[in-house]
């Protein structure tokens, strides 16, 4: 089946630090792969869309010079929380799709962000 | 933009008893709706999915039924077994997907 990969695990660092995060798709070729914010016992939300070598689209309310979304390659999308503030602590997902015109997204572990 | 609402937020069973939880969308044009299965800490898991030419689909102890002209839709888990403890989420998508708030079920041994 197809695997999505994610790293750090888990991170810790101080308020004004970046951290980057990097979503890897294993054994297929992701055009489009979806970074999301889960905060504590809430839903996933859709932070940005990002297709293979063009910008991310951002939902509204996200910042994109706070948060960074750079898909360089067809297995590789990285998020840069810039600046980070204890108030960025939170669950991060990505997902990767395939193809254009398929439906199943396939989710990474996860990330967990605390900002001291 | 879609929305998507779920309903309950919280359910416990009886371990054998059924349970179901429905989801309404918003957009007419979401044509995939996958429920996933998370526990805590870990990603979400795809347990079904359905289209919107389809109207039911099975696997197993776990159907989805789909409503197009109401727009909602509904996962159904029979002979529910403790291990499906965990939090449920429904999602509707066109070309990205919209999740619902969750629903926490507790399967009582």
């Known amino acids: 089946g197809a695997v999505v990969s994610q790293h750090p695990s888990r991170v810790i660092c ?15 070729q992701a055009t489009t792969m979806f970074w999301y914010r889960q905060f504590p016992k809430q839903s996933l939300m859709l932070m940005a869309t990002s297709n293979e070598g063009s910008k991310a689209t951002y ?15 067809l297995t590789l999308s990285t998020l840069t929380v810039t600046s980070a503030h ?22 990474g572990p996860g990330t967990r962000l605390t900002v001291l | ?31 995939y709706f996958p429920w996933y299965k998370q526990e805590l800490g870990k990603r ?17 102890r776990i159907a989805v039924t789909l409503n197009k002209t109401a727009k909602h839709f509904s996962l159904h888990i029979t002979e529910t077994q403790p291990e499906d403890s965990a939090v449920y989420f429904c999602a509707a998508s066109i070309t990205d997907m919209r999740f619902g708030a969750g629903t926490r079920l507790t399967v009582k041994p």
């Open chain 1, 59 to 73: 939902e509204q309310g996200v910042e994109k010079d706070k948060f960074l979304i750079n898909h360089a390659s």
């Open chain 1, 14 to 28: 101080k308020s004004g630090t970046s951290v980057k995060i990097e979503c890897r798709s294993l054994d297929f």
């Open chain 1, 86 to 107: 204890p108030e960025d602590s939170s669950f991060y997902i990505c997902s990767a799709r395939a193809a254009q015109g398929t439906d199943t997204q396939y989710f």
């Open chain 2, 1 to 31: 933009g879609e929305n998507v609402e779920q309903h309950p937020s919280t359910l416990s069973v009886q371990e054998g008893d059924s349970a179901v939880i429905k989801c309404t969308y918003s957009d007419s044009a979401s044509n």
């Open chain 2, 44 to 60: 979400p898991q795809l347990i079904i999915d359905i289209r919107s030419n389809v109207g039911e689909k099975k696997d197993q």
